[in-house]
């Protein structure tokens, strides 16, 4: 197929982080992590990915606190839902359990005029084509019953093998359900696949895929995750750090692979001219990873 180009002749890629890191919380801005917008423009980045990993539960004052900050310093929101979702489960109780945090995170994001919700879609529980079914299912009944405003569904590529979430189950989960756009965890598909991204070639291959599956308006919903990950024989163990040149720290162990490489990615962001998010997930490193990237990405913009 031919390389898939944006039509937008201008380029916008946002570089911000997953939750609140370390440097945040040595900041000015430490009082409230409704403040996290100020900061992130303060420091040169422009999106954050709030976490609600345990739970949805923000009070209504700092959504609003967070949203007024998100306007004010364009700062682009989006929510990560529960790790409790698990869609593809066979108890009802338990996928009831998952729509119920779906719902409320759709709420809450309504709330902070984030317009995206990331999700893990959960545990295969050993029958992969049944579990895939029962998610699909479930996003039909979520789809049908509620309110989603201008609210988009990103279900995340996952990490490990035995989870649903490789990239073919991401793209039919989207296929199906109106509202449903991926979110490109490229270092989970990375660990997923045994290290599988190395080249821009390989980065472009996966973009490839994503179009011919669902057409060229994805290219307007891109919403990747980008950081570098150790992985073993069933997938991702653990996120790694950046150091503060912004390169991946060195493992205990030499021999572990720390991959996937920005560099290619953010080539091929450039020569396709893409827009995008790039949310940088690093082990308590986010916002370094993130600069990293963006300034990387500015220097091949001005060299093209």
């Given at each position: 197929m031919s390389n898939p180009v944006s039509n937008d002749s201008t380029q916008h890629v946002r570089f911000g982080v997953a939750g609140n890191p370390p440097n945040f919380w040595e900041s000015a801005y430490r009082k409230d992590r409704g403040f996290a917008p100020a900061w992130l423009r303060e420091i040169g980045?422009?999106?954050?990915?709030?976490?609600?990993?345990?739970?949805?539960?923000m009070p209504d004052k700092r959504a609003v606190l967070f949203h007024e900050q998100a306007v004010e310093h364009d700062i682009s929101l989006s929510l990560h839902a529960p790790y409790y979702i698990t869609l593809?489960?066979?108890?009802?109780?338990?996928?009831?359990?998952?729509l119920r945090d779906l719902r409320k995170s759709i709420d809450l994001a309504k709330k902070l005029g984030s317009r995206r919700v990331i999700f893990h879609p959960g545990s295969a529980h050993g029958d992969r084509r049944n579990a895939l079914n029962r998610a699909i299912q479930a996003l039909?009944?979520?789809?049908?019953?509620?309110?989603?405003?201008?609210?988009d569904?990103?279900?995340?590529?996952?990490?490990k093998a035995r989870q649903l979430g490789s990239l073919d189950d991401i793209l039919e989960m989207c296929s199906e359900i109106t509202s449903a756009w991926p979110c490109l965890d490229l270092a989970h598909l990375h660990a997923r696949e045994g290290g599988s991204l190395v080249h821009q070639v390989d980065f472009e291959s996966v973009l490839d895929r994503?179009?011919?599956?669902?057409?060229?308006?994805?290219?307007?919903?891109?919403?990747?995750h980008m950081y570098p990950v150790k992985w073993g024989p069933k997938g991702e163990t653990g996120h790694v750090r950046f150091d503060e040149t912004g390169e991946p720290m060195p493992s205990m162990n030499a021999t572990e692979p720390l991959q996937p490489p920005y560099k290619p990615f953010l080539h091929m962001l450039v020569d396709r001219g893409l827009s995008a998010t790039v949310i940088c997930e690093a082990k308590d490193s986010q916002d370094i990873g993130a600069l990293a990237m963006k300034e990387h990405f500015e220097s091949l913009q001005l060299g093209s």
């Open positions: 980045l422009d999106a954050l990915e709030i976490q609600c990993t345990y739970g949805v539960r593809g489960t066979d108890d009802p109780q338990k996928r009831e359990n998952s039909r009944i979520l789809e049908g019953d509620t309110d989603f405003g201008d609210i569904l990103y279900p995340e590529i996952a990490g994503v179009v011919s599956s669902l057409g060229s308006r994805v290219l307007g919903k891109l919403h990747f």
